[in-house]
């Protein structure tokens, strides 16, 4: 069986409850899990999509809680 995944950063921050500014001061700060794939380049022209693993994603939830915002990622 497969496992789910999660597409770009809007899904995720949807997911985790959280604005997609969140997610790149995280992923840039490499406090963000990895993700399983990346395509594209980070240009004006071309966006980089990332993808998650959901399992990954829900397993990051209560970290995200601890970062002092309790309404996130319930």
Not at 38 to 55: C, H, L, P, Q, Y
Request: hydrophobic share 35%.
């Amino acid at each position: 069986m497969k496992d789910e995944v999660i597409t770009g950063i809007r899904e995720a921050a949807d997911f985790l409850g959280c604005g997609e500014i969140t997610i790149y001061r995280m992923i840039k700060r490499s406090e963000f899990p990895k993700p399983i794939e990346e395509f594209g380049m980070n240009t004006k022209a071309t966006k980089v999509i990332r993808v998650w693993r959901k399992k990954d994603l829900e397993a990051f939830k209560p970290q995200m809680r601890r970062r002092g915002n309790p309404n996130l990622a319930k």
